[in-house]
């Protein structure tokens, strides 16, 4: 059976990567009123440093049980795929398991009734070895493209990630920058430090909007990537059913010829 990945949605890998808007510091313009004086940091000054300060505590929290969550839910997609493939594993090798008994079951009748002749015995060995080498040309060819398929989506999975964690880190890059810039508001006037708060709100929510284009985009080609290999699966399971049908109607059309075969011998 086809073995599916389990898919992050958008929405899961941007809550979990996220920290947001509210973390940063919304600075009260009346706060800022108070002069700067030389002899000692004002009230003001001291309150925005402190807020500051905050924020940035904050941000590395939010940061911290983002990545913890993230990892979280990737360990447990992981494992949900890897006990999926378990399982179909040995529904697949139970299933064959019973084929093969009845099988063997079937033929061990036969072979208690016994047969006509040397010839027609020699007939049913033959059409059993072509049903065998059938069957297992089969099940070796579906085997090939299953796990040709999981290494397929593997590698896709690993390009998703990989473009997700680049998207985390421009996002964190560019807030980093405007954290940079907004947190030397305090030196400033009220009307600059109001104007530094503006700027660095409108920074976070244009790393937002990159941050979900990019993460949007990565799914999506994770999709996209992964639609030819499950398409060429399909393929390869339909041919080779049709690949072992084929066989099994030669065979049997051989068997019965050379039964009749024996008949006019006799």
Known sequence: MQKRFVLLSAATLIATACSPIAVFAQESDTATTTPVVTQAPSSASVSCDQRTANTLLKLGRVRAESDA???????????????????????LEGRRAEQDKKVEARRGEQNARGFRSEAVKTAVQTYRSAIDAASTARRTTLDAALKTLRSSNEAALT?????????????????????AAWKTRCSGTPDERKAANTTFREAVVAADKTYHSAVTVALQTYRDSTKPATDAWKTTVKSANETFKAAVKAANEALRAAIEAAKTQK
């Open 69 to 91: 969550k993230l990892e979280r839910v990737r360990t447990e997609a992981e494992a949900k795929v890897k006990s999926r493939q378990t399982e179909n594993d040995a529904r």
């Open 159 to 179: 390009v998703r990630k990989t473009a997700v964690d680049a998207a985390i880190k421009a996002r964190r890059d560019a807030i980093d920058a405007a954290f």
